[in-house]
């Protein structure tokens, strides 16, 4: 028994020692940006994976800092606007952008933000995607890990979320292996997350020849889902309308912006026949916004558009790999350039580029909107006109999607 007993002790001493060493290795690395050990370079400076496990470290990285100011949306709000920014610099801002948000995520993280922390400003970033939410089957977004419930009450969530996030951050073998591959990859990866939360990118080098073409043929997807998901259009009609209440009714600063892209996105969402629902999004947030605007008996939120085919938006598209791009990565997502240049006119600072793109953003809450709406429409048939190479491209790579599509589904049987 005696032996049993010490066989069982060194067991059991060994299983903690591995459990401790494990969690110590973890805590240090931080691969999912939610503790604070000292930053070693070569080690534990860079995140690799960061964009997969935002919506659990935004969660505790806002209760961490405690910010003033947050920006909401989708990746072109983390890799495009950033909280150092002159507007922003002194409001103690965090970006909690996530990849693919829905609407009700970011009505929820604004709740949980000014729960944490009553909002100076909310920056709300707006596109097609937010508008028409996929199917979350991952599990990485959940409504227990959040401070508050859908009613804005705090919610005790100790035991459903607090303490499980902290086992699985720490003694989980999936959180060794993301300590692993942040410790590998720290001399090559190319982006990282900021303390900020903005999307950091660490070199310039970029194949925009590919990465065009790629996330063309991609869109042409995701467009082709948008168009069948009318039923989460509405839903998420709602949940703007929901946010906006709340944030007026907690008398909240926000500033409302619709996305730049590059003229081959809106060429690509034009050629897949969902203009008449970007434009319908457009009417719908302003009429909403007016709506709780006047519920509220306070003047509505600006609403900035920076979408259409003018303005940085025709950059040329390089045709060598070597080529670097100004204002874009790709169709969809845009530098800190253009970033900087959106916050400069919705704060209205001076910039270097003023003078090329004057005419660069609307005010849809000002009125005019049908006149506004008519003028990008007008763009696209310029652009057509005086860019047939890119074009001819653009509707090769939009055909090609789309039969592959329709062969898929008539192989499957949709």
């Given at each position: 028994?005696?032996?049993?007993?010490?066989?069982?002790?060194?067991?059991?001493?060994?299983?903690?020692?591995?459990?401790?060493?494990?969690?110590?290795?973890?805590?240090?690395?931080?691969?999912?940006?939610?503790?604070?050990?000292?930053?070693?370079?070569?080690?534990?400076?860079?995140?690799?994976?960061?964009?997969?496990?935002?919506?659990?470290?935004?969660?505790?990285?806002?209760?961490?800092?405690?910010?003033?100011?947050?920006?909401?949306?989708?990746?072109?709000?983390?890799?495009?606007?950033?909280?150092?920014?002159?507007?922003?610099?002194?409001?103690?801002?965090?970006?909690?952008?996530?990849?693919?948000?829905?609407?009700?995520?970011?009505?929820?993280?604004?709740?949980?933000?000014?729960?944490?922390?009553?909002?100076?400003?909310?920056?709300?970033?707006?596109?097609?995607?937010?508008?028409?939410?996929?199917?979350?089957?991952?599990?990485?977004?959940?409504?227990?890990?959040?401070?508050?419930?859908?009613?804005?009450?705090?919610?005790?969530?100790?035991?459903?979320?607090?303490?499980?996030?902290?086992?699985?951050?720490?003694?989980s073998i999936s959180a060794l292996q993301a300590s692993l591959t942040t410790i590998r990859k720290q001399?090559?990866?190319?982006?990282?997350?900021?303390?900020?939360?903005?999307?950091?990118?660490?070199?310039?080098?970029?194949?925009?020849?590919?990465?065009?073409?790629?996330?063309?043929?991609?869109?042409?997807?995701?467009?082709?889902?948008?168009?069948?998901?009318?039923?989460?259009?509405?839903?998420?009609?709602?949940?703007?309308?929901?946010?906006?209440?709340?944030?007026?009714?907690?008398?909240?600063?926000?500033?409302?912006?619709?996305?730049?892209?590059?003229?081959?996105?809106?060429?690509?969402?034009?050629?897949?026949?969902?203009?008449?629902?970007?434009?319908?999004?457009?009417?719908?947030?302003?009429?909403?916004?007016?709506?709780?605007?006047?519920?509220?008996?306070?003047?509505?939120?600006?609403?900035?558009?920076?979408?259409?085919?003018?303005?940085?938006?025709?950059?040329?598209?390089?045709?060598?790999?070597?080529?670097?791009?100004?204002?874009?990565?790709?169709?969809?997502?845009?530098?800190?350039?253009?970033?900087?240049?959106?916050?400069?006119?919705?704060?209205?600072?001076?910039?270097?580029?003023?003078?090329?793109?004057?005419?660069?953003?609307?005010?849809?809450?000002?009125?005019?909107?049908?006149?506004?709406?008519?003028?990008?429409?007008?763009?696209?048939?310029?652009?057509?006109?005086?860019?047939?190479?890119?074009?001819?491209?653009?509707?090769?790579?939009?055909?090609e999607a789309q039969n592959s599509l329709n062969n898929a589904n008539t192989v499957t049987g949709f």
């Open positions: 028994m005696k032996q049993a007993n010490n066989y069982l002790r060194c067991w059991s001493g060994c299983v903690v020692g591995l459990l401790s060493l494990v969690a110590g290795m973890n805590w240090f690395v931080n691969p999912f940006s939610i503790f604070n050990p000292p930053a070693i370079p070569h080690f534990n400076v860079y995140k690799p994976d960061y964009a997969s496990h935002l919506r659990l470290t935004h969660v505790y990285r806002v209760e961490n800092l405690k910010p003033d100011c947050i920006v909401l949306g989708t990746s072109r709000a983390g890799r495009g606007l950033s909280p150092n920014h002159p507007s922003l610099a002194n409001l103690n801002c965090y970006n909690m952008a996530v990849p693919s948000a829905s609407m009700y995520q970011l009505h929820r993280s604004f709740q949980h933000a000014q729960a944490i922390n009553p909002q100076k400003l909310v920056i709300l970033t707006l596109d097609l995607r937010v508008f028409h939410p996929e199917n979350d089957t991952s599990g990485a977004f959940s409504d227990k890990r959040l401070i508050v419930d859908e009613a804005g009450k705090k919610q005790f969530n100790l035991f459903s979320a607090r303490l499980p996030d902290l086992a699985s951050s720490l003694i001399s090559w990866v190319k982006d990282t997350l900021a303390t900020n939360g903005f999307w950091l990118p660490l070199t310039d080098e970029f194949d925009h020849v590919k990465t065009f073409n790629f996330y063309t043929r991609t869109y042409v997807g995701q467009f082709k889902e948008m168009r069948q998901n009318l039923a989460g259009f509405q839903k998420s009609l709602d949940d703007f309308r929901l946010l906006l209440r709340d944030a007026y009714a907690q008398n909240v600063e926000m500033k409302l912006i619709i996305h730049p892209a590059h003229a081959w996105q809106w060429q690509t969402l034009w050629l897949s026949d969902l203009w008449s629902r970007f434009e319908t999004m457009k009417y719908q947030m302003v009429e909403i916004n007016a709506q709780e605007a006047s519920r509220a008996s306070l003047q509505p939120y600006p609403i900035w558009d920076f979408s259409g085919s003018y303005g940085p938006a025709l950059e040329p598209v390089p045709t060598k790999q070597s080529a670097l791009m100004h204002w874009f990565w790709e169709p969809a997502h845009y530098k800190q350039t253009l970033g900087d240049l959106i916050l400069d006119r919705v704060f209205e600072e001076k910039s270097s580029s003023d003078a090329a793109f004057t005419d660069f953003g609307a005010r849809l809450d000002s009125g005019g909107l049908e006149p506004h709406l008519a003028k990008l429409r007008d763009f696209q048939e310029v652009y057509a006109t005086n860019h047939p190479i890119d074009m001819a491209k653009i509707q090769s790579i939009v055909n």
